[in-house]
């Protein structure tokens, strides 16, 4: 079983929702990304979290607002989102070293209406 | 900049057939590090291997092997006696140092094992 966990798995949402996604790890990783994944493509990295401060911004559009409280939590909070930012998001951890290995979470399949 | 490119865009074997799937890298980098991943379709991404630059050795876990060949700039993945439960995308990605320890992935492969 994963040990990088995420809520909800599914989520519709219209766009003028506000809503979020959240992941926690378990492992005492200290780096926390977040990915996207579109059909039949591979994850693009959207945001990567250090030692709960951000370190990577992949130009994501600001609809996508990520927080980390702590260093086992990651949330993406939703809004205003379009119909194209439907897709698979994964959460993931890793220690915080260049080459370590990014642990990914299940993903939460989000569909915008 | 990096590039990890899997040429079988898709593969289907009958059950207890061996199959290999292919991962060619490029990077100018000297240290760097490849991985292999599977994805279902419940979605989640599973770790496989992790390999170093500096560390040619073959690798078998079970019926999983791995042959990474600098020469070449690849690092391929085997599965002997494929089975049903094999069946998904098998992505293989690159990371060097410097700039984060962010993965390259390649486009993957959609491997159906069918009986």
């Known amino acids: 079983d994963t040990e990088v966990t995420q809520t909800p798995k599914h989520l519709v949402m219209g766009m003028t929702n506000k809503k979020s996604l959240k992941c926690e790890q378990h492992?005492?990783?200290?780096?926390m990304y977040w990915y996207k994944q579109k059909a039949k493509k591979p994850p693009e990295l959207m945001f990567v979290?250090?030692?709960?401060?951000?370190?990577i911004n992949e130009s994501v559009p600001s609809r996508f607002s990520p927080e980390c409280p702590n260093s086992s939590l990651l949330n993406l909070h939703l809004h205003a989102l379009q119909p194209e930012d439907s897709a698979l998001y994964l959460c993931a951890s890793s220690g915080r070293g260049i080459g370590n290995t990014i642990y990914f979470g299940e993903g939460s399949w989000l569909t915008v209406v | 900049a990096q590039k990890v490119t899997q040429a079988q865009t898709e593969i289907s074997v009958v059950e207890k057939e061996d199959v290999t799937l292919d991962c060619v890298y490029e990077t100018r980098d000297t240290t760097y590090y490849l991985f292999w991943y599977k994805q279902p379709p419940s979605g989640e991404l599973v770790f496989l291997i992790r390999?170093?630059?500096?560390?040619?050795q073959n690798e078998i876990s079970g019926r999983y092997s791995w042959n990474f060949q600098k020469s070449t700039s690849s690092f391929n993945f085997t599965i002997t006696a494929s089975q049903v439960v094999d069946s998904a995308v098998y992505f293989c990605?690159?990371?060097?140092?410097?700039?984060?320890?962010?993965?390259?992935f390649g486009t993957g492969t959609q491997l159906k094992v069918e009986l």
């Open positions: 390999r170093n630059s500096f560390d040619e």
């Open positions: 492992m005492g990783h200290r780096a």
């Open positions: 990605a690159l990371t060097i140092t410097g700039g984060g320890n962010k993965l390259t």
């Open positions: 979290y250090s030692y709960e401060k951000l370190s």
